[in-house]
């Protein structure tokens, strides 16, 4: 004959925890979604009113007098040792995929928005940091901040 003693039930706290960990990887999930959804849709929209950057994380408008447009230019960070990233500081860094705030090689400070290093938009401020910015029509972009 077969006898069964169960266990003690474990206590609520037990299922509290496993409940906050749940949580924890949902909210993770849902982070990374948002950044691979990001890296996709990431726009920079010109306007009197300066550089708006949209569907990121870093989301920010920076007024047209804070850009210096005499100095900003299209490089290839391949070819351009100084200005490649080197530590993130707080951003996300991904394969293919690097936004936020990043120390060039040069240790100058610069926010990023790059996917394809080989065409990169380069944009000094006087706030003391770059802007390094993966976009489709660099020149037409740089034409469109100058004139204005």
Do not use: H
């Amino acid at each position: 004959m077969t006898q069964v003693f169960p266990m003690i039930p474990a206590p609520g706290r037990s299922l509290l925890f496993l409940a906050a960990a749940v949580l924890l990887l949902a909210a993770v999930l849902a982070l990374l979604a948002y950044v691979a959804y990001s890296a996709r849709s990431t726009r920079f929209e010109v306007s009197p009113d300066g550089l708006r950057i949209a569907g990121d994380l870093y989301r920010r408008t920076i007024p047209i007098e804070q850009l210096r447009l005499d100095e900003a230019r299209v490089l290839d960070l391949g070819r351009e040792e100084g200005l490649r990233p080197r530590f993130r500081t707080f951003g996300t860094g991904l394969p293919g995929y690097r936004s936020g705030w990043y120390r060039l090689r040069n240790r100058q400070k610069a926010l990023l928005y790059v996917t394809d290093p080989g065409r990169v938009v380069y944009i000094p401020t006087t706030e003391g940091y770059a802007l390094m910015l993966s976009v489709v029509q660099p020149d037409s972009m740089l034409a469109a901040l100058r004139g204005l």
